[in-house]
């Protein structure tokens, strides 16, 4: 089965500019995930999508960050303006369903200058 | 807190060595799951030991859980170059129903060949 896609790979923005990251789960998983790694830490959930609803976002910085997941499938991030601590990799992952084996996409890369 | 602390934060090994990595918490848990992470990629999700077992393998892998003292180990044998990565452990905790994880800052293991 086709795994977890994610773009772009890398991102390099200047402060207060707003970026958009795009995730398309594995077909026929329920659960959609955001984490935010920092460098040297472990992944930070900012997300999680049921469907097309959202079952958990007290983590997201609701000031600057949003994401939607479209028809329970596809799901944009977005960040608006960014920070210079926003620098991180953004990890989307998918699921059957809650409780079950989280697949991961390779992340995007984000800089901000 | 509800995020696990592995131990050690780095582990340098030979090929065909055996690499041990621990994971102590300080919450009750539904289940803990154990996630590899090449560099530059996403996780992998290895292996998910629920709170009423005490030990699973998967092939090189073998996971101990014990509840009473909130710790469970990775034991990878024979350990092989492509074995390189970081290993973080990921708790689902008991007050959570929508399967939300907490991942640790992981242990970077480095098996030289």
């Known amino acids: 089965e086709a795994g977890v896609a994610q773009s772009p790979r890398y991102k390099i923005i200047e402060k207060r500019q707003s970026v958009a990251f795009w995730c398309n789960p594995i077909?026929?998983?329920?659960?959609l995930y955001w984490y935010q790694q920092i460098l040297g830490q472990g992944p930070k959930l900012l997300i999680q999508f049921q469907n097309n609803g959202v079952v958990d976002d007290s983590q997201l910085p609701k000031d600057r960050f949003s994401a939607e997941r479209l028809k329970g499938v596809d799901s944009t991030l977005k960040i608006q303006p960014a920070k210079l601590e926003d620098s991180a990799v953004y990890l989307c992952?998918?699921?059957?369903?809650?409780?079950?084996?989280?697949?991961f996409g390779d992340g995007t890369r984000l800089s901000i200058l | 807190s509800q995020q696990g602390e592995e131990d050690p934060q780095a582990l340098s090994i030979q090929e065909g060595e055996n690499a041990t990595m621990n994971c102590s918490y300080k919450?009750?848990?539904?289940?803990l799951q154990w996630y590899r992470q090449n560099s530059g990629r996403g996780l992998v999700h290895l292996i998910l030991i629920r709170s009423n077992e005490r030990e699973k393998h998967s092939g090189r892998l073998r996971v101990t859980l014990d509840t009473s003292k909130k710790s469970s180990s990775l034991l990878i044998t024979a350990s092989r170059a492509a074995d390189t990565a970081s290993y973080f452990c990921?708790?689902?905790?008991?007050?959570?129903?929508?399967?939300?994880?907490?991942f640790g800052r992981g242990t970077q293991l480095t098996v030289w060949p």
């Open positions: 990921a708790l689902n905790d008991r007050g959570s129903t929508l399967g939300r994880l907490y």
């Open positions: 077909s026929g998983h329920a659960t």
């Open positions: 992952a998918s699921s059957l369903a809650v409780n079950q084996p989280q697949h």
């Open positions: 919450t009750s848990i539904n289940n």
